[in-house]
């Protein structure tokens, strides 16, 4: 892997990641941008103790343009893009429209691809490795940040989910805090650990769902599975066999194989309701260990963590969509319609031939 950094007009940090070393990335920037202004804070919910991020400015962000107009594509002659290049393979971003910026974190987009047209899905194994290779190099650029407590990469898939721009991309928040979601998982594996006198929770949850009917796939060095309480109407998480904090921590053989485990769920997804459907959206999401201190969850250090990826999709059947009403909005309690048992059977039955 090749990285170049260089800035975009507006003083924005744009990162090339080839496959190739000889790759040159000297484009510059051609676009009359001034110098991007956030309004981005962060704000503390004292009955709830989570954070809202206040973000007025993007209510201007780019919605839904023609094809033709896509940002994310290379730059083509006059037509100028964020990517001041005419190809590239993998390129990262600081977004123009942050959630968070400053002292408030920092949010980033990663382009998979220059096809407009493809998805995650699409690419191939070496591409898939390569966005691979990007998610762990900013995870480790962006935790040296003095602003930034916890690094999450995602990607949302389809307008269903909100997505704004349909070329292939995804995002990374380097948050200042550690999230409600994880701060609820390391409390829970406190919790176990005293109980138990030391036992992890990550490692038992994922031997007794190795042991279960929800497996979808199992590799030397991954392991796919519905979980027991899933909240989604399909939801697999994929768990490294050997718990590791970040994608840091993953050694060369669950990097090597992980391109291949991927893309095969990315395409299951997409044929769970059957031939002819739109393709479905989804939300991709890693789970990675805070870098900031873990003093408030008692005995719990950073490798007590298991790094592991979340993926979900909002469709409950073939042309309806599972929305968050009153019990989920509202209290947070998910009722979900497809018994888990029933979301693995499927993932297994449409399996690659």
């Avoid at 979808?216 to 027991?228: D, G, K, N, S």
């Avoid at 789970?287 to 790094?307: C, I, K, S, W, Y």
């Amino acid at each position: 892997m090749k990285k170049t950094s260089t800035r975009l007009a507006d003083g924005r940090e744009l990162i090339y990641y080839d496959s190739r070393d000889d790759t040159v990335r000297d484009a510059v920037d051609r676009r009359p941008l001034d110098r991007t202004v956030t309004t981005s804070e962060v704000r503390r919910d004292p009955l709830l103790g989570d954070a809202v991020a206040i973000a007025s400015h993007r209510q201007g962000r780019i919605y839904h343009p023609p094809a033709d107009e896509c940002p994310l594509c290379p730059s083509q002659g006059d037509r100028l893009s964020e990517i001041p290049d005419s190809s590239y393979d993998v390129a990262v971003f600081e977004n123009r429209f942050p959630s968070l910026a400053g002292d408030s974190g920092r949010c980033e987009v990663v382009c998979f691809t220059s096809n407009h047209d493809a998805s995650f899905a699409d690419l191939t194994e070496e591409q898939a490795a390569l966005v691979l290779d990007a998610w762990t190099d900013r995870t480790a650029e962006l935790s040296h940040l003095p602003s930034v407590e916890q690094v999450f990469c995602f990607e949302n898939r389809g307008a269903e989910i909100g997505v704004t721009l349909g070329h292939p991309h995804g995002q990374i928040y380097a948050y200042p805090f550690t999230t409600p979601r994880t701060a609820l998982m390391l409390r829970s594996v406190a919790a176990h650990k005293e109980a138990t006198g030391g036992e992890n929770l990550f490692d038992a949850v994922l031997e007794r769902e190795l042991a279960d009917e929800r497996v979808v796939l199992e590799t030397e060095h991954w392991v796919a599975f519905v979980p027991y309480s899933a909240h989604w109407p399909y939801e697999v998480h994929l768990y490294p066999r050997h718990r590791v904090p970040d994608l840091l921590g993953l050694d060369e053989g669950a990097r090597t194989e992980f391109p291949q485990v991927y893309l095969e769920l990315l395409r299951r997804f997409d044929r769970i309701f059957g031939e002819g459907e739109p393709p479905t959206p989804y939300i991709s999401a890693w789970h990675q260990a805070p870098f900031g201190t873990l003093e408030e969850f008692d005995g719990v250090v950073r490798e007590d963590f298991a790094l592991h990826l979340e993926l979900f999709t909002i469709r409950r059947t073939s042309g309806k969509l599972k929305f968050l009403a009153g019990s989920e909005s509202g209290m947070n309690v998910f009722i979900n319609d497809v018994p888990p048992e029933t979301a693995a059977q499927r993932l297994r039955e449409v399996a690659s031939s």
